[in-house]
């Protein structure tokens, strides 16, 4: 029976990810890459998400948390200006 496995990643819009070597000789000179694999998240095999996923996840919400929270900060002190 075959499983399909789905897997989450970080994008980035351009190379901030060290890319990791295949051979020793490249090993002085870091490259880096606009994507960085970070684990499963699903599979329908029953294999639970990666933890590495699981955190990327609770920061990635708590990320979006605190921009709101600073959004309405933002709405808040140009309604004050206002008065």
Not at 4 to 26: G, H, L
Not at 46 to 53: A, F, I, K, S, T
Request: proline share 4%; glycine share 2%.
């Amino acid at each position: 029976m075959a499983h399909t496995y789905t897997y989450a990643k970080w994008e980035a819009s351009t190379p901030i990810f060290e890319r990791k070597q295949k051979d020793k000789k490249d090993e002085k000179v870091k490259k880096y890459t606009k994507h960085q694999h970070i684990g499963r998240v699903s599979s329908t095999s029953g294999l639970p998400m990666d933890p590495e996923v699981e955190q990327a996840y609770i920061e990635q919400r708590n990320r979006r948390w605190l921009d709101r929270v600073e959004s309405a900060i933002n709405q808040i002190e140009l309604a004050i200006k206002h008065f």
